[in-house]
């Protein structure tokens, strides 16, 4: 049970995806100028981490090592189809705006980094611990970002107003430069919180 | 050939695949820390991509339209890169073992390095025709080249100079690739 919580746990703040492991940035960027549709996508990135994570800790031991990376990928690139498509029948303006970065879940290095480190080795329920806790650190830091990036950016949170009425909003923050200086200065905060968080212990 | 030369144009500055469309991000990051390494991954990455698009391509166009099985594209474009993939690693272990070395883990990754994966669906939903499928990719190739040569440039520089801690690394990385697509934006009005 303990190993659970921990497994679990891990996804959201030790090694919290994409901050701790700088896997899997496209979708990062290009998803953040509004809180929407950085929901819209962790949402997506969950289910998919989940179905892949169980089918293949399922059938770890039947999967030949050999060719343990194409079967992994078929197994992802089904997860996705299945977002796709469900997306376009139920949400389809989120499926509009997400537009390209659906499909590329597929090729979210996270995704498949997590079924190469961990879902091949490890037994089911330890596996699903796991994707859940990783699609949800990752869909929380999405959301943070983006809300960082809209707030200052837009002036508004989830398409509601935030800042006072002349607030014009700092376009660049909404834009791709913004996003890459805006994630650098995260980074750095995060390796500063982590700093000052473990100082303490080391001591 | 104007549309041609605007087409590369566009594809090369004004629409950056790394700095604008944010596809390859991963190994813009992972492999920008020299510039041998960078030139490796660019070479690499040129020789995947074009071809994939282009195979790609004929597989949506002549297999999967007349079946009517549109919605297997993903699946079927990840496999045809994937296998690609595979050949250039194999092909790259035998001619260039040091080269192949300092890739490390991103030869496998540029599987799932978004710009192939990015440009391959990016020509069917543009709806690109044959010859403008292998002139996008090239083209996105090629930009993708240039910013990952560029950053690997500025980060040797860096190597040299004090930086602080927390900063070194991935955050430094970030911030001049966001001055850089500052730069890139300069463009956006040469395309349109």
């Known amino acids: 049970m303990a190993r659970i919580v921990q497994e679990f746990t891990k996804g959201l703040w030790k090694e919290v995806p994409p901050f701790r492991f700088v896997l899997g940035l496209c979708p990062v960027l290009a998803v953040t100028s509004n809180v929407q549709s950085a929901l819209g996508l962790g949402c997506g990135v969950i289910f998919v981490l989940l179905v892949s994570n169980t089918l293949i800790s399922t059938f770890r031991k039947l999967i030949p090592p050999k060719i343990r990376v194409p079967v992994f990928i078929v197994v992802i690139a089904s997860a996705v189809t299945i977002v796709e498509l469900s997306m376009e029948a139920y949400f389809y303006t989120l499926f509009e705006v997400l537009g390209i970065w659906i499909p590329l879940i597929v090729v979210n290095c996270l995704i498949l980094g997590r079924a190469e480190a961990f879902a091949r080795k490890e037994p089911v329920h330890l596996a699903v611990a796991d994707g859940l806790g990783m699609g949800l650190g990752f869909t929380i830091s999405l959301c943070v970002l983006a809300s960082i990036r809209e707030i200052i950016g837009a002036g508004t949170w989830f398409g509601m107003r935030v800042m006072p009425e002349a607030y014009l909003g700092f376009e660049l923050f909404q834009r791709p430069p913004g996003a890459f200086i805006c994630l650098g200065l995260l980074l750095f905060f995060i390796n500063f919180l982590s700093q000052k968080l473990e100082k303490p212990k080391a001591g | ?192």
Request: glycine residues 6%; aromatic residues 12%.
């Open chain 2, 1 to 192: 050939m104007t549309d041609y030369l605007l087409m590369m144009v566009t594809a090369i500055f004004a629409n950056n695949i790394i700095l604008i469309r944010f596809l390859g991000l991963c190994p813009f990051v992972g492999v920008s820390s020299s510039q041998e390494s960078a030139l490796g991954m660019s070479a690499a990455a040129l020789f995947v991509n074009v071809l994939a698009s282009t195979i790609s391509w004929n597989v949506y166009n002549y297999l999967l339209v007349p079946l009517e099985l549109q919605y297997l594209r993903t699946v079927a474009f990840i496999l045809v890169i994937a296998s690609l993939v595979q050949l250039v690693e194999i092909v790259l272990q035998k001619i260039a073992p040091a080269l192949y070395k300092s890739l490390g883990i991103y030869l496998p990754l540029i599987t799932t390095n978004c710009m192939i994966f990015g440009v391959a669906v990016l020509n069917i939903q543009e709806e690109h025709t044959f010859i403008e499928t292998v002139v996008y990719a090239f083209a996105t190739a090629i930009g993708f080249s240039l910013a990952l040569n560029v950053l690997a440039g500025i980060r040797e520089r860096f190597a040299l100079g004090r930086v602080p801690a927390l900063m070194s690394g991935f955050p430094l990385a970030l911030i001049t690739a966001g001055i850089m697509a500052l730069c890139f934006y300069g463009f956006m009005g040469l395309g349109q």
